[in-house]
Nanobody
């Protein structure tokens, strides 16, 4: 069992930055791939970024590439999402998720555990 708790969301002006954190419980954190997803009001949850168990491989949605950076610290059981050059369209609830198996990073179904989410609001 893995419990995930996101933090770091808030209100920021367009062009600003935020760093989200996702703290995981359990001793097996380093064996899980981690993903970040977001969901805006009235829209489906969408993939943002993911990182494999070691941190050696990362994946990004096209619109986030170059602006967002996903990283992890297995010693701290934490995954991060650094978000720069934020736009109003980045406004959403951001969720982290953990998956035990490789592959399927871009889809919600393969993920086994989810956090409760943290709100990010970008004002214009």
């Amino acid at each position: 069992q893995v419990q995930l708790v996101e933090s770091g969301g808030g209100l920021v002006q367009a062009g600003g930055s935020l760093r989200l954190s996702c703290a995981a419980s359990g001793r097996t954190f380093s064996s899980y791939a981690m993903g970040w997803f977001r969901q805006a009001p009235g829209k489906e949850r969408e993939f943002v970024a993911a990182i494999n168990w070691s941190g050696g491989t990362t994946y990004y949605a096209g619109s986030m590439k170059g602006r967002f950076t996903v990283s992890r610290d297995n010693a701290k059981n934490t995954v991060y999402l650094q978000m720069n050059s934020l736009k109003p369209e980045d406004t959403a609830v951001y969720y982290c998720a953990a998956k035990a198996r490789d592959g399927g990073y871009f889809y919600t179904t393969p993920y086994d555990y989810w956090g409760q989410g943290t709100q990010v609001t970008v004002s214009s």
